[in-house]
């Protein structure tokens, strides 16, 4: 069973940065791809990245392509999301999530471990 647990949300001003950390409790964390998904007050869960195992592929939702980043450093078990020029409608909670094999996924389905999120707010 892989633990999961995110760091680094917090309360910020639009245009404002945030980077989350999301570690994992296992070494097997490198065999699997990872993603991050949020969920805002009264929605859905949804994605937001994806990268594979080796940090080679990454995929994005529109709405943040171009303004967040996902990456991995495998000798730490930790994989990242970089935000920048936030918006008010990126305030959520944010998950990591592990899938159940190396590729990207896109689709909560695809994933076995979850965290238990971390609140990034953003303020006009």
């Known amino acids: 069973q892989v633990q999961l647990g995110e760091s680094g949300g917090g309360l910020v001003q639009a245009g404002g940065s945030l980077r989350l950390s999301c570690a994992a409790s296992?070494?097997?964390?490198?065999?699997?791809?990872m993603g991050w998904f949020r969920q805002a007050p009264g929605k859905e869960r949804e994605f937001v990245a994806t990268?594979?195992?080796?940090?080679?592929?990454?995929s994005y939702r529109h709405s943040v392509k171009g303004r967040f980043t996902i990456s991995r450093d495998n000798a730490k078990n930790t994989v990242y999301l970089q935000m920048n020029s936030l918006k008010r409608e990126d305030t959520a909670v944010y998950y990591c999530?592990?899938?159940?094999?190396?590729?990207?996924?896109?689709?909560?389905?695809?994933?076995?471990?979850w965290g238990k999120g971390t609140q990034v707010t953003v303020s006009s």
């Open positions: 296992e070494q097997s964390f490198s065999t699997y791809g």
């Open positions: 990268i594979d195992w080796n940090g080679q592929i990454t």
């Open positions: 999530a592990a899938s159940y094999d190396g590729g990207i996924v896109t689709t909560a389905d695809g994933y076995r471990y």
